[in-house]
């Protein structure tokens, strides 16, 4: 299923799309698309079947905005240096294990709402990744299949950085990480049975239609179903939380100098192999 949640922000409805591209308003069955509903297989079970029966009425989706398609987010756990090409192009070592830093559910925006440049930003760059949504509690899990076995669905995440604030200001990454509208995600949530092997997806990024990242999830270092094993060896993984697995090679801070680092105006477009299309235009604070 392509969940996703539409709607101006902050009262955005449930919805589904439907195989021939209907949307479908949900709102008569659950309250919303959170962590309470991944958890709930006999819900799921209703929006299914209710799918298939035709029995869910359709929305006008003209002019109706996109939000993001979780809600209530519990946090994001974020994997650096997780693709071997990514590693190669910023000269770093590829890491003898996860690296982990985490970025507030605040950062989330719909998939096509404005980024914002932080002030005094100077290195602002792109990152398509693929979001992982947890549908089950994992905790001390002893497999890679286990880690599979506890995803609920995946996603379209733009993980925007500021350089400078990340690597030359000092203290961990997350300042560069955090700034508002540094995490949109969408547009929809596809439930797993639709993405049979999360490594043989492709992601795609264009700046101002120029394409900067092609890349494939078959280049990850540490794979979905392992990162969600290791990540739950440290902390406890509960419905709803997010975790973006790395991006691909073809960064602006991989690139020759001048690096060319998004700017107030810019046009940001990227998708995930089934996962759905972002586009946002960039503004400053």
Not at 60 to 69: E, K, Y
Not at 86 to 104: D, L, M, N, S, Y
Not at 109 to 115: C, E, K, Q
Not at 130 to 148: C, F, K, M, W
């Amino acid at each position: 299923m392509k969940l996703l949640r539409v709607g101006t922000a902050g009262r955005e409805r449930p919805a589904l799309l439907d195989p021939d591209g209907t949307l479908r308003d949900l709102s008569g069955l659950v309250a919303d698309i959170d962590g309470t509903l991944l958890a709930d297989e006999d819900a799921l079970g209703r929006i299914r079947n209710a799918a298939v029966a035709g029995d869910l009425p359709a929305l006008d989706a003209t002019g109706l905005r996109t939000g993001p398609p979780l809600a209530r987010i519990g946090k994001i756990v974020c994997i650096g240096l997780n693709y071997h090409d990514h590693a190669r192009e910023t000269g770093a070592e590829p890491p003898a294990e996860p690296v982990i830093f985490f970025k507030a559910p605040d950062t989330v925006v719909g998939p096509d709402d404005t980024v914002l440049i932080p002030r005094g930003s100077v290195k602002t760059d792109w990152e398509v990744e693929l979001a992982v949504v947890i549908g089950r509690t994992a905790r001390y899990l002893e497999s890679a299949e286990e880690g599979l076995a506890h995803v609920a669905g995946y996603a379209v995440a733009h993980d925007v950085s500021e350089r400078e604030f990340q690597t030359e200001r000092g203290g961990t990454w997350d300042k560069g990480k955090n700034c508002e509208t540094f995490n949109p995600l969408g547009p929809w949530l596809v439930t797993a049975d639709e993405v049979p092997d999360p490594q043989n997806l492709s992601l795609r990024l264009w700046v101002n239609g120029e394409l900067k990242q092609d890349g494939t999830t078959a280049e990850q270092i540490f794979p979905v179903g392992e990162v969600v094993r290791y990540v739950s060896r440290f902390m406890t993984l509960y419905p709803g939380d997010v975790v973006n697995t790395g991006t691909p090679a073809g960064v602006a801070m991989g690139r020759p100098e001048p690096k060319p680092y998004l700017r107030a105006g810019d046009v940001v477009e990227l998708e995930v192999t089934g996962l759905g299309r972002q586009r946002q235009v960039l503004a400053q604070a």
